[in-house]
């Protein structure tokens, strides 16, 4: 299903707040809250990070989201809380900040779904101060044979009916492969068994 429509992206919104509430929401709170500085959130989807972001903390928040639909719904997460938040409807592949710009970015399931999740970690390199994090929420390709084949074939699936939904991207090895060091991971078991396992932590420049 396209989130780029109202149905599509309320779909997501439905399915987001069940799995806000079975797993994600701790995670959510456990990740987003290390976020500081100028934050650079990718792809922002609905806004459901929003509520975890530490108004203390994070100077400024650039939600970077092309899909209108899914930001709509990201309005009155944002008006709910204290951040200074900027919507800017770009794609992750081509951020329009300087080198260097950001403390923090934040990626949470969005690797999954962007055409060339290479570019987009470039992208990310490029703009975080060499102090900068990444912090992340990923579900990642299996590392159970079994898992990884339904993966395998239920992806040409999952990329029509879920907006481009790669079930089998090894998005840890490309952080890794894109220059990143990983400082803390940790994978959880949970959720949907075709979409196991989530990983979740923080990378910063290799
Ligand atoms: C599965 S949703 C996740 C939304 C949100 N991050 C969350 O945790 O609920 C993926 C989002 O990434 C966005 N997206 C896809 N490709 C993108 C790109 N190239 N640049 C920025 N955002 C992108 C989609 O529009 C969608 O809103």
């Not at 109202?6 to 797993?23: H, P, S, T, V």
């Not at 090894?170 to 060091?181: C, N, P, V």
């Amino acid at each position: 299903m396209s989130y780029a429509t109202e149905i599509g992206a309320a779909f997501y919104d439905f399915l987001g707040e069940a799995g806000d509430r079975a797993f994600m929401g701790p995670l959510r709170r456990e990740v987003i809250g290390r976020a500081q500085g100028v934050v650079v959130e990718i792809g922002s989807g609905t806004g459901r990070n929003f509520p975890y972001y530490h108004a203390g903390k994070v100077n400024y928040l650039y939600a970077i989201e092309p899909n209108l639909q899914m930001a709509r719904r990201a309005v009155p997460r944002a008006d709910g809380t204290d951040l200074l938040i900027e919507f800017l409807e770009d794609d992750a592949e081509r951020l329009p900040f300087e080198d260097g710009f950001a403390d923090t970015v934040v990626a949470t399931l969005v690797m999954c779904t962007v055409r060339r999740p290479e570019a987009v970690l470039s992208e990310v390199k490029r703009i975080l101060k060499p102090s900068g994090k990444l912090l992340f929420i990923e579900h990642v390709r299996s590392d159970e044979p079994w898992r990884a084949t339904l993966q395998d074939w239920a992806t040409p699936l999952t990329r029509i009916w879920s907006a481009n939904c790669h079930l089998n991207r090894a998005t840890i090895d490309l952080i890794r492969t894109s220059g990143f060091r990983i400082e803390d991971l940790r994978r959880i078991n949970a959720g949907a068994p075709w979409m196991r396992p989530f990983e979740a932590g923080v990378a910063s420049h290799a």
